[in-house]
């Protein structure tokens, strides 16, 4: 049962010797075997490079050279990452047989801790889309209730740790697509600070708003992930030159004097109920930690999702637009009269319909005659909602929200209708739009479905919010397993 435990529990039994790598790697592999029919997390496994890793692991340990924290530890990598030698799809019919010839930066951080890497999971194509869905390949289930969604576009790394797939994850989040989906599965997913971990290697979505980050079973295992992958990076020139810091440093149980904010637009309509609860009884239990909790508002979020929706599909129309058939990926096999004819229907037939409607709202919004009106718009309330943010931090240290306006909804619900699937974001987008750190971690079930508590703090200060939401977690340590049900 050694797929059940943290990143740092099974750290601690390797070092000891009380069980190895390889043990530790096929005890992993057999839990996939024995779910993965059910949960659809993985779009590839990668068993045989595993295995190899997981030796390499035990000889260090045998040789008794330093281990790293991560070192030995199977993890699963959102297919939106290039990784050498095994396919990236991004769950796209454009891209089902690419094969990169490197990793992306922050999966070489981990290869170097020597991680072992199970394999690339599902996700919404191209992380366009709250659900999973809109995979190519299939829908992912959520192992709480395999009836229903485990989020998006993360919701295969998601599902992996919340059914034991995966010990961690990466994940990748533009306007929610990593904390949304921890939230629905009952796991840990952080945002970090816009630039702090290198997006180089990442296939683009939204260059302005995608941000790597990890998807593990608890806030320790979280701060550790963190400190492997950040740093400056100079393949990526947005990536920032900050101090190093050890994250580990943050999981203190103390939030006595904390200035905890709660925005009440957050709050308000569209937020259901019950999560409503779940929320605040979260924010009673800072209270009784020694936090001060008051309400505040952010003027300008009720924007957030307009202007998320043009600025997002604007960056992905001029990023996309590189899948022509001609460098790489599909390339359509009809006859074609000529070059222009060749991109459309390759394109056509390579992206799926949300991809091409994003791509088309994008291509308006920058189009001559409506730039300003729509884009140029956006990015002023984008500034906005900067500063409505900078100057709540001015007074709280945290701010407090749900995560997801609900808890997992049922598979097919929200695909005929778009606004509404947009819609299961509106708590994540800000702090994308922001560019600062958040976090969500577990408060709890309603109606046998996981809750997510979203914790978000000013840029460069993921040590405060990974010190609230590991004093929340010892408080309130969710010990809840999903049931694989459903079905």
Not at 315 to 343: C, H, P, W
Request: aromatic share 8%.
């Amino acid at each position: 049962m050694l797929h059940k435990l943290t990143a740092h529990e099974l750290h601690e039994k390797l070092i000891s010797k009380e069980t190895s790598a390889v043990e530790l790697c096929k005890d992993v592999f057999e839990r996939i075997k024995a779910v993965e029919s059910k949960v659809k997390a993985y779009i590839s496994l990668t068993e045989e490079k595993a295995l190899f890793t997981a030796n390499k692991v035990d000889e260090k340990v045998k040789s008794s050279e330093n281990l790293s924290p991560l070192a030995g530890i199977p993890t699963a990598i959102k297919d939106n990452m290039c990784t050498k030698g095994v396919k990236t799809t991004c769950a796209s019919k454009i891209l089902k047989n690419f094969v990169p010839v490197y990793s992306s930066t922050a999966v070489e951080k981990l290869f170097n801790e020597n991680i072992v890497m199970t394999g690339k999971t599902n996700m919404d194509e191209f992380a366009m889309g709250s659900s999973t869905e809109n995979s190519s390949f299939w829908p992912t289930s959520n192992p709480w209730d395999l009836r229903t969604v485990p989020g998006g576009s993360s919701g295969g790394s998601a599902a992996a740790v919340a059914a034991d797939e995966a010990i961690f994850a990466l994940g990748s989040d533009t306007g929610g697509s990593i904390r949304q989906p921890a939230s629905l599965c009952g796991v840990v997913g952080m945002k970090p600070t816009y630039g702090l971990v290198s997006r180089y290697g990442l296939v683009a979505f939204a260059s302005s708003l995608d941000q790597i980050g990890p998807i593990t079973k608890d806030v320790t295992d979280c701060a550790l992930v963190l400190n492997a992958i950040c740093g400056k990076d100079p393949m990526d020139s947005t990536s920032l030159n900050t101090k190093t810091l050890d994250y580990t440093e943050a999981l203190v149980n103390d939030v006595k004097g904390l200035k905890v904010g709660v925005p009440k637009e957050f709050m308000g309509e569209g937020i259901d109920l019950k999560v409503k609860k779940m929320v605040e009884d979260a924010l009673m239990l800072f209270e009784k930690m020694g936090a001060i909790v008051e309400e505040t508002s952010l003027s300008h979020v009720d924007y957030a999702l307009s202007a998320y929706y043009l600025i997002a599909p604007a960056e992905a129309s001029s990023n996309l637009a590189r899948f022509d058939g001609v460098r790489y990926g599909y390339r359509t096999r009809q006859k074609v009269e000529d070059m222009i004819e060749m991109y459309s229907k390759t394109r056509a037939e390579g992206f799926g319909s949300e991809v091409k409607r994003r791509i088309m709202l994008g291509a308006y919004a920058l189009s001559a005659g409506y730039y300003e009106a729509y884009y140029g718009q956006a990015q002023k309330v984008r500034t906005l909602i900067i500063e409505d943010f900078n100057k709540a931090f001015e007074k709280y240290d945290v701010l407090v929200s749900p995560t997801s306006p609900t808890v997992a909804f049922k598979i097919g619900e929200k695909v005929e209708d778009p606004l509404k699937m947009y819609m299961s974001d509106v708590c994540t987008i800000p702090a994308n739009l922001a560019g600062i750190p958040a976090i969500s971690i577990p408060c709890g079930l309603t109606d046998g479905l996981p809750v997510g508590l979203q914790i978000m703090g000013k840029a460069l200060d993921e040590i405060t919010i990974l010190r609230a939401a590991y004093a929340f977690e010892q408080e309130f340590w969710f010990k809840e397993k999903p049931a694989l049900f459903g079905r």
